[in-house]
């Protein structure tokens, strides 16, 4: 059973910081695919950040380019996002998320909430 549980959200000044961790567990991840997202009130779920388990390539949505930074620690099978700069539009909950390469997202964690005040 595929396991993602993220941790540390919480409410942040703008312009602070925040990293969140995301523990994965349940399955050998080497050839998939961690992703951030993240839903604010009212909108859809977004696309974050990604980070392949096998290499490390990363990828951002523009809005979250310069200020996250997504990385992994394959001892721990966790992966984390650090963000820098926040902006009260940062505020969702955020969701981490594993699929296969080149598929779909399949497996998603209960979200953790990022507030971040003006």
């Known amino acids: 059973q595929v396991q993602l549980v993220e941790s540390g959200g919480g409410l942040v000044q703008a312009g602070g910081s925040l990293r969140l961790s995301c523990a994965a567990s349940g399955r050998t991840f080497s050839s998939h695919v961690m992703g951030w997202f993240r839903q604010a009130p009212g909108k859809v779920r977004e696309f974050v950040a990604s980070?392949?388990?096998?290499?490390?390539?990363?990828y951002y949505a523009d809005y979250v380019k310069g200020r996250f930074t997504i990385s992994r620690d394959n001892a721990k099978n966790t992966v984390y996002l650090q963000m820098n700069s926040l902006k009260p539009e940062d505020t969702a909950v955020y969701y981490c998320a594993t699929g296969p390469q080149g598929g779909h997202y399949d497996y998603w964690g209960q979200g953790t909430q990022v507030t971040v005040s003006s």
């Open positions: 980070i392949r388990w096998s290499g490390g390539s990363t």
